[in-house]
T-cell receptor, first 113, second 110 residues
Framework: GAGVSQSPSNKVTEKGKDVELRCDPISGHTALYWYRQSLGQGLEFLIYFQGNSAPDKSGLPSDRFSAERTGGSVSTLTIQRTQQEDSAVYLC???????????FGPGTRLLVL | AQSVTQPDIHITVSEGASLELRCNYSYGATPYLFWYVQSPGQGLQLLLKYFSGDTLVQGIKGFEAEFKRSQSSFNLRKPSVHWSDAAEYFCAVGNNDMRFGAGTRLTVKP
């Protein structure tokens, strides 16, 4: 079956612009996660959605970052007023339930000039 | 607070040699433990996981890992490394609030 998909695969933007990154999880997966991977760094947890519960936003680095998940499926990560330090690969993962194996998408590589 | 430490940033081994990648964690209870591999230009792929039961778990591609509660470790091993194993390896622990280590980059010498 289809895996986790993310779009766009690459995004180049100018400092100060807003960007939206999209994640399509595996059908039937109730849990969805966003991570950020900076060059040479591990994965930094950003936000977690579980079903219709309030998301765990504890990893969002600033109020410029937000995410939503519509209809318990597709998720959008929005970065407002992008900064150069936001340049990274943004990874989305989904799992059937919380605590179970996460399946990762290919990521969106964001470059802020 | 939970955390994951992968002490080795970069490891180089010869093809055919054995491999051990270290992972230590700090967690309030027995966590779920995972190893993922990220090949160049690829997404993360699960190698193996430990939830409970037998502390020696087998994964894909000939990898195994052993959970040692007394040492708070979950080291990844492979008896004979292949050139295609060159990649970045990430240890992860947690529940819904997963935490990943910084990764260990494996280089395989011919």
């Amino acid at each position: 079956g289809a895996g986790v998909s993310q779009s766009p695969s690459n995004k180049v933007t100018e400092k100060g612009k807003d960007v939206e990154l999209r994640c399509d999880p595996i059908s039937g997966h109730t849990a969805l996660y966003w991570y950020r991977q900076s060059l040479g760094q591990g994965l930094e947890f950003l936000i977690y959605f579980q079903g219709n519960s309030a998301p765990d936003k504890s990893g969002l680095p600033s109020d410029r970052f937000s995410a939503e998940r519509t209809g318990g499926s597709v998720s959008t990560l929005t970065i407002q007023r992008t900064q150069q330090e936001d340049s990274a690969v943004y990874l989305c993962a989904s799992s059937f339930r919380r605590s179970e194996t996460q399946y990762f998408g290919p990521g969106t590589r964001l470059l802020v000039l | 607070a939970q955390s994951v430490t992968q002490p080795d940033i970069h490891i180089t081994v010869s093809e055919g040699a054995s491999l051990e990648l270290r992972c230590n964690y700090s967690y309030g209870a027995t966590p779920y433990l995972f190893w993922y591999v990220q090949s160049p230009g690829q997404g993360l792929q699960l190698l193996l996981k430990y939830f409970s039961g037998d502390t020696l778990v087998q994964g894909i591609k000939g990898f195994e890992a052993e959970f040692k509660r007394s040492q708070s470790s979950f080291n990844l091993r492979k008896p004979s490394v292949h050139w295609s194993d060159a990649a970045e390896y990430f240890c992860a622990v947690g529940n819904n609030d997963m935490r990943f280590g910084a990764g260990t980059r494996l280089t395989v010498k011919p």
